[in-house]
Every structure is written in structure tokens, then in C-alpha cells.
């Protein structure tokens, strides 16, 4: 699979708390941390949840920093070509990747050489619910004429990531666990291309994160929470327990957050990163941010929090879900 890359520069202004969070040994051992341009790999698509959060969240580390950041998406291999750059990088703390809880699948279905207990993390932001998404022409307006449509055979085909991501275990579950009787996956790099693709016309639904969908609700029909606490997004959507389905999906519904970086990153730099996220996500920006797009954030723990949420996602999706199954 080929690796595709986009790179959006931007610069932050304005001294923050970061420069006034500690000195460590830099390059010559007496640098500033930080003092250099942050590195962002984001290991999906353009457009996409993941995408989006990152590049508003790290700008705002930046800017109260006086430092710049660089965004880098490195898609591919269910985004374990982004991981497994992350994972070569210098550990000097200035390169970080988002990291979603249920993202461990292709770990595991990939063997990349490494494992997510080996990265250290930075610490989470917030929860995130997947929903169900169609093209506005073929007049599809609830959960149940959806999989009436897929249960006629009007509609066939179903979209997500690359095998082995969230929202593809996601579909498995819905074909499962509540009978949705989809024929084909059609796999893209992220929500954001998924969403082009059912607004297109290429597929009849598709299953994007909340964030993404808030972001294109003009291209887009929107029709369903599939973690059955709904979405903070959209917090009028149908949930799919809503219309009579009692399996539990809620493992992939919804997941963790959070941001990591590179193995033997020093303590002293992954604390920095903690209270400088922290900080950034009270800030006025972000907040404000948040409330006029409906994407929720709060600090939701550092690295022994998202640890647990991650390893306790490995041992539960193969118990839900044969990952010999997922090419």
C-alpha cells in the first residue's frame, strides 16, 4: 500500500507556559524545551476526526509555546504506516501522534514489531462516538430503513478505513452482532475521504467519527449514534438501541483520545507535554472552539489512564471479534 503524505506547516505566536514549563538538555544541553518546530504524524486521512483534532489542539500547544508545528499525514496500513514512523523517531518530544483507543486492531492483525505499551503517552482529551452516514439522494431517513435497504439488496456496499481500523471492526459488528446484512466494505484513509465518498454517490453509507460528520452535515445525511449513550455532537441523533437492537457495540461505539509519543521519550519532556495539553485544552481558544463545533474537550488522565484504556481494548476486541477474520 502506498504511503501518502500532506504536510501543512503553521507557525504559533504569543510566549506561553511551555517555554516556563522546565529546561532539559536539548542539542547542546542547555536548550529550552521546547525550542524547535513540533512534529505532528497523523496517521489518517485529511479531513477526519483525528485530523481535525490534532491540528487544532497542537496549534494551540504551539502558539503558547512561540514555537511552530508541522502536520504530517502518513496514511496507510490502517495507520499503522504513521505509528510505526512515530516509532523510529528521535525521542526528543517533538514529535507526537493522536492515538484512538480501538486503533490497537492493527497492532494486533499486523505484527508491526512493536507494541502500544512500548510508546509513551502523553495523555487523553476526549471521547468520541462513530456514527452512521448516507448520501442525501437515495432518501434513507433512520437506522431501520437502512438496513431494510441493506436487507432488500437496494444497497449494498458500506465504508470505512483500511481492514483491521475501528470503524471497519465497527461494520463487522453490525453485520454480526446486529444482523445489518451489507454485502462489500469499501475502505478509505479517513473519515474525511469517506464522507466525499457517500456525498459522491461511490457508496451508499458509510461510518465516520462524530467530529468529521459535524464538519460536513451539508454534504451528508447523518443519521445514527452507534454507542448507545449517543453523541455529544449531536445530542438529538438516534442511537441504534433505539430501534430495538440490544447487542453490545459500545466497545467499538466509542472510544479514547489521546496523544503519544516515541519510546525512551524522557519523563521530564512527556511531563511538560502533559501539563502543556492540559493547559491548551482550558484554554479560551479551545474551548470556544469546542462549544461552536460541539466537539467536547476535557483532560481525561495521562499515561497510566490511556494505558489502561488501551490495553484493556486489546485483551476485549478479540474476544468480541475474530481478528483472523479481518484481511
Known sequence: MPRRRAVIQSTGAGIGSLLLAGCLGGGNGNDDFPSQQFHAIIPWGQGGGTDIFTREIWQEIADQGDVSVGFENITGAAGVRGISELYSTDPDGYTISPMNSPSVVPLLTQDPGFTIDEFRHVGAYTQTVWVLVTDPNLDLNDFEEVASAYDAGDIEAIAGQSPGEPNHVLAESLR?????????????????????????????????????????????????????????????????????????????GQFLRSFMAPPDTPDERIEILNKSLQEALESDTLQSWADDTGNHLEYLGGEDEVLKVLEENQERIPEIIDLNDIE
Open 176 to 252: 454480526s452482532e446486529l444482523g445489518i446484512p451489507w454485502e462489500s466494505y469499501v475502505a478509505y484513509d479517513g473519515s474525511g475521504p469517506i464522507i466525499q465518498a457517500v456525498a459522491a454517490g461511490e457508496v451508499p453509507a458509510g461510518i465516520v467519527t462524530e467530529t468529521a460528520a459535524a464538519d460536513a452535515e451539508d454534504q451528508i445525511n447523518v443519521l445514527t449514534a452507534l454507542s448507545s449513550e449517543g453523541s455529544p455532537v449531536f445530542p438529538d441523533l438516534p442511537v441504534y438501541t433505539d430501534y430495538g437492537y440490544d447487542a453490545e457495540i459500545d466497545f467499538m
